[in-house]
Structures are given as structure tokens and as C-alpha cells.
């Protein structure tokens, strides 16, 4: 908590509202295409999607809208379940919003959910677990300089995972794994 002299600081030396965080980087856009690149929704047409930490819903409804033959929110926060479930009636798609399941899929999605996870190497052997194989797993957050750092887990034919860096839109294959 602040103190009156810290915010008055603080205040001084930032005077404007923050525009961080605000979600004006998406207005008018697709946050998914911005985040993971224009072909994502041709990557994800047909197929089953695990929306991870889905939260409100709106990334899977928006997955569901663009041709996903099925998509499973998952969050353990029941009341943003709840929430996700009405608007998914209300915007007319066909999800399903759960605390876990055991259901494999082609394509899972985190987005903003990671720096939320108690455990996220935990999250990620989950995440491998719940993957069809040759599954694709990607995974946006704030990294720890601050930056958001978006990845991509695949699993290869050999049922071995693999960790790759996402950049300018582009899912770039590397052995970096941070």
C-alpha cells in the first residue's frame, strides 16, 4: 500500500493515467491475431481448442467464431465460468467453460493467464498432457523484464515437447527455452 508521500511522488513524476495494460493495443483488432500472428485462425480452423485460464471467455468465444470445431475454456475462478457460459449464449458459439478436463486437444491457448499460475512449469506439464499429438500449445505473458513473451510448446510425433519462441507475429523455432 502507498503511502500519501509515495503516491504524491509518484503522481509527480507521472502525472498521466497509465496506458499500459489498458487494452487500447487490441482496440480494433483481433488481440489472438496480434498476439500469435494473422494465420492463427486458419491454424485453428476444424480443430479442438483449449482455451487455458480463459477467464471472462471472450478469446474462446472468439476462437469458436473463427471456425474451431470445439473449444474448452478452462479456469478455476467458477463466478468468470459463469460469466463466460451467458455470454457464449448471448453471442450465439458453442463452448464449453470448465475447471479441468481430460480432454485432448490440437490447439491450446494461454493467453494472460501464466503470471496467475502458481506453478507454471506445473501449468506447462498440464498443458503437454492435455495435447493431441502433434499438438500446438501457445502461451502470451509478461515476461521479467516486463515485456510480453509469447511461446509456442509443440509435441512432435515422437510425443517429446518442445518449447519455441513466438516473435513479430511469427512462430520461430528455437531451442531457447527461458
Same mark, same amino acid.
Given at each position: 500500500?502507498? *503511502?500519501?508521500?509515495? =503516491? ?17 493495443? =487490441? ?12 494465420? &492463427? ?12 485460464? @480463459? ?7 472468439? &476462437? ?7 473449444? &474448452? ?5 467458477? /463466478? ?9 449464449? +448471448?453471442?450465439?458459439?458453442? @463452448?464449453?467453460?470448465?475447471?479441468? *478436463?481430460? /480432454?485432448? +486437444?490440437?490447439?491450446? &491457448? ?12 506445473? *501449468? ?12 500446438? +500449445? ?31 507475429? +511469427?512462430? @520461430?523455432?528455437?531451442? /531457447?527455452?527461458?
Amino acid at each position: 500500500m502507498l *503511502t500519501a508521500v509515495q =503516491y504524491r511522488i509518484l503522481k509527480r513524476i507521472s502525472p498521466a493515467a497509465p496506458t499500459h495494460l489498458s487494452g487500447g493495443a =487490441y482496440q480494433g483488432k483481433s488481440k489472438i491475431q496480434v498476439l500469435l500472428g494473422p494465420d &492463427i485462425f486458419t491454424e485453428i480452423s476444424g480443430k479442438t481448442v483449449i482455451d487455458f485460464g @480463459c477467464g471472462n471467455g471472450v478469446d474462446a468465444i472468439e &476462437i469458436a467464431k473463427h471456425g474451431a470445431s470445439r473449444v &474448452i475454456g478452462i479456469d478455476i475462478r467458477e /463466478e468468470l465460468l459463469l460469466h463466460a457460459r451467458r455470454l457464449a449464449t +448471448a453471442e450465439g458459439v458453442i @463452448c464449453e467453460f470448465v475447471t479441468r *478436463t481430460d /480432454e485432448k +486437444a490440437d490447439v491450446i &491457448i494461454s493467453l494472460d493467464s501464466f503470471e496467475h499460475f502458481d506453478d507454471p512449469a506445473a *501449468t506447462l506439464l498440464l498443458m503437454t498432457e492435455l495435447l493431441a499429438s502433434n499438438g500446438r +500449445a501457445a502461451a502470451k505473458t509478461q515476461n521479467s523484464t516486463g515485456t510480453e513473451d509469447a511461446r509456442m510448446l509443440s509435441r512432435q510425433r515422437t510425443g517429446q515437447s518442445r518449447l519455441n519462441r513466438h516473435a513479430s507475429a +511469427a512462430l @520461430c523455432l528455437s531451442n /531457447e527455452v527461458r
